[in-house]
């Protein structure tokens, strides 16, 4: 590939994020309170990041059970162990020496990992594992565009579109925004306690007494991000530090 064309595309992506940056600035006014509990919307089936729309943005990324095209008929899923394997693998290329699985849910369309920082307790990043091919990626949304350190607002690239300071929402506020937004929207769901990242919290909720999924709270305006990727719930993992 040539040199323009490694320019253009280059170009293309960062136009692309900043993009999706003003969006979550301008419509869903990240740094201030007023919207708390509000939907984002755009990404769920049928929008941008949608599964229902393998030819979107980013139509081929990551697991097929996440963007779109889904497994084929009769297709030989990984073990669970085999996920946790690729996923201390990926860890460890990140140079991952402050960083740990902390959990390995597996859901119908995916596993997905949450990776702690070792020195902080703190969510680092959340991924997504293929269940036929074992590849593993970022997981989409919130781990992408909110996550202020390890994501793509990371490293300053947006510049004001980055929220800087400690985040305006607790984990309590946190997990009140979820459970309103639960009780409006999912029969009978109870939140877990929300698991903090850099930028945002991820809360795990429970339908008679098992987990059902997962949405996301902005850290700095409460905005509510739910998780339409996963499928149903099928066995979850605790892993040791």
């Known amino acids: 590939m040539g040199q323009k064309l490694l320019l253009a595309v ?12 003003a969006v979550g600035v301008t419509q869903f006014n990240w740094t201030s309170g007023p919207n708390a509990g509000a939907v984002v919307p755009g990404y769920g089936p049928g ?29 030989q899923t990984i073990s669970i162990d085999q996920a946790q394997q690729n996923v201390k693998q990926y860890v460890a290329r990140y140079g991952g020496s402050n960083l740990v699985l902390d959990e390995l849910i597996e859901f119908q369309n995916n596993f997905y990992a949450l990776v702690k920082e070792k020195s902080t307790g703190t969510g680092a990043f959340e991924l997504l594992v293929d269940r036929v091919t074992g590849a593993v990626a970022p997981e989409p949304g919130p781990n992408m565009i909110w996550n ?18 400690a985040m305006t929402v607790t984990a309590d506020r946190a997990g009140q925004i979820a459970q309103a937004w639960l009780d ?31 949405l996301s709270v902005n850290g700095y305006g409460g905005q509510v991000w739910f998780h339409t990727w996963h499928g149903a719930f099928v066995q979850l993992r605790e892993v040791a530090s």
């Open 10 to 21: 280059g170009a293309t992506l960062i136009v692309a994020a900043l993009a999706i940056g």
């Open 47 to 75: 929008g941008m990041m949608g599964r229902d729309r393998p030819g979107g943005m980013m139509g081929g990324y990551g697991p097929r059970g996440v963007m779109g095209g889904g497994y084929p008929a009769g297709a």
């Open 148 to 165: 202020t350190k390890y994501g793509m607002m990371a490293g300053g690239m947006m510049g004001v579109l980055r929220p800087s300071g």
């Open 184 to 214: 409006a929207n999912v029969n009978g769901a109870k939140i877990e306690t929300p698991d903090a990242f850099y930028g945002y919290y991820t809360v795990h909720f429970t339908q008679n007494g098992q987990v059902a999924g997962m």
